[in-house]
Nanobody, 119 residues
Framework: QVQLVESGGGLVQPGGSLRLSCAAS????????MRWYRRAPGKEREWVAT???????AVADSLKGRFTISRDNAKNTVHLQMNSLKPEDTAVYYC?????????????WGQGTQVTVSS
């Protein structure tokens, strides 16, 4: 059974930084795209960033220059480095993976990690 487990969320002051991690575990044959999404209070889920199996990256235009996505293929882990955080970055951040097990290709979501930016 595949699991995605996020970590690294918490409370940070405006202007601060956080690094989120998401580790995939289970009977994984191959991980394709990995992504981060977020959902702020009262808003719809928003795409944040994507990294392909070849480490090509894309970040939402509104977050470019502050957020960086990376991955460690050996550890089946994706990271989201968030700098210069603003109160509007407050949200639950979710990890997503398009991966292949021995049986099938499926999409998986983590349980989410809360990020709160407040003084």
């Amino acid at each position: 059974q595949v699991q995605l487990v996020e970590s690294g969320g918490g409370l940070v002051q405006p202007g601060g930084s956080l690094r989120l991690s998401c580790a995939a575990s289970g009977n994984i044959f191959r991980i394709n795209d990995m992504r981060w999404y977020r959902r702020a209070p009262g808003k719809e889920r928003e795409w944040v960033a994507t990294i392909t199996s070849g480490s090509n990256t894309a970040v939402a235009d509104s977050l470019k220059g502050r957020f960086t996505i990376s991955r460690d293929n050996a550890k089946n882990t994706v990271h989201l480095q968030m700098n210069s955080l603003k109160p509007e970055d407050t949200a639950v951040y979710y990890c997503y993976a398009d991966l292949q097990t021995e049986l099938r290709r499926s999409l998986y979501w983590g349980q989410g990690t809360q990020v709160t930016v407040s003084s």
